[in-house]
T-cell receptor, first 114, second 113 residues
């Protein structure tokens, strides 16, 4: 399985600010994704992070609010821009492990916006 | 697009009893069905998965069954223990194409000692 590290693990953010979450994988992976889990809810896909090109966003999510970078096959960032209390969520990086064709999650980043 | 429905939303069982969680999916092309367990304050952890070319898979006390015709799959936990208490999510995805997981709404399982 892939080892996926996310930073920060938790943060309390001020309304109107932006925060960038980093996701580092211990091996090269083709597919990387960002999910959001709002309090008490299920997981929702934000976007697919594409290496060397713009991310592919799901319905309801836009690049201006959630800019994503994917400079190589082991690293990606998600920025939550101009945060409001409604952005308080767990943000999870996910990868498809080439070796097992299985999908794994990072530890998550718990964001609270005040 | 894919839609996954999960039932029940909460489930309370006595320790030692069995627990069953059921999911249905809408996209007949989906071919991979993982189950994740999420404990409070932690990330979802893959506990078992099944691919569309098999009907059942078992790993110790956990088993998953898949009915492709009816487009539903179920998680079975036998001899439940208090440490099984968590939120369980089913998901469906078309592997080798999008790899995008579509999750069910989750089941909060409580195992009473």
């Amino acid at each position: 399985s892939a080892v996926i590290s996310q930073k920060p693990s938790r943060d309390i953010c001020q309304r109107g600010t932006s925060l960038t979450i980093q996701c580092q994988v211990d091996s090269q992976v083709t597919m990387m994704f960002w999910y959001r889990q709002q309090p008490g809810q299920s997981l929702t896909l934000i976007a697919t992070a594409n290496q060397g090109s713009e991310a592919t966003y799901e319905s309801g999510f836009v690049i201006d609010k959630f800019p994503i970078s994917r400079p190589n096959l082991t690293f990606s960032t998600l920025t939550v821009s101009n945060m409001s209390p409604e952005d308080s969520s767990i943000y999870l990086c996910s990868v498809e492990a080439n070796s097992g064709n299985t999908i794994y999650f990072g530890e998550g980043s718990w964001l609270t916006v005040v | 697009g894919e839609n996954v429905e999960q039932h029940p939303s909460t489930l309370s069982v006595q320790e030692g009893d069995s627990a069953v969680i059921k999911c249905t999916y809408s996209d007949s092309a989906s071919n991979y069905f993982p189950w994740y367990k999420q404990e409070l304050g932690k990330r979802p952890q893959l506990i078992i998965d099944i691919r569309s070319n098999v009907g059942e898979k078992k790993d110790q006390r956990i088993a998953v069954t898949l009915n492709k015709t009816a487009k539903h799959f179920s998680l079975h936990i036998t001899e439940t223990q208090p440490e099984d208490s968590a939120v369980y999510f089913c998901a469906a995805v078309l592997m080798d194409s999008s790899y995008k997981l579509i999750f069910g709404s989750g089941t909060r399982l409580l195992v009473r000692p």
